[in-house]
């Protein structure tokens, strides 16, 4: 079983900052891609930015140069800095987890694990 918990949206004015974190819990020792969605009232969930247990990292356009994403040395605790937050920033945002296919966590790999979604609001 692979359990994530995300946290640390709040509210901010403009041109604020917020770190948000990813904890992820279960077949730790199994490569993974670990991704920040998020979705605006009445909007569909977006890519915001993606990370993979090899470093590789991935941003939307809309947040490059903006956000960070990075993971800590175990791999299973991962920050997504805000800075410069837009009041278009604001969503609620979710950490999503895919393990990776090898033969000790084929049990996990196959789907998505989802957090529970932590709420940005950015007010202008």
């Known amino acids: 079983q692979v359990d994530v918990k995300d946290s640390g949206g709040g509210s901010v004015q403009a041109g604020g900052s917020l770190r948000l974190s990813c904890v992820v819990s279960?077949?730790?020792?199994?490569?993974?891609?670990i991704t920040w969605y998020r979705q605006g009232s009445g909007k569909e969930r977006d890519f915001v930015s993606t990370?993979?247990?090899?470093?590789?990292?991935d941003y939307a356009d809309s947040v490059k140069g903006r956000f960070t994403i990075s993971q800590d040395s175990g791999k299973n605790t991962i920050t997504l800095q805000m800075n410069s937050l837009r009041p278009e920033d604001t969503a609620m945002y979710y950490c999503?987890?895919?393990?990776?296919?090898?033969?000790?966590?084929?049990?996990?790999?196959?789907?998505?694990?989802w957090g529970q979604g932590t709420q940005v609001t950015v007010s202008s």
């Open positions: 990370i993979t247990s090899a470093g590789v990292t």
């Open positions: 279960g077949y730790t020792a199994c490569a993974k891609t």
């Open positions: 999503a987890v895919a393990v990776h296919h090898s033969p000790l966590c084929a049990e996990a790999s196959g789907r998505v694990y």
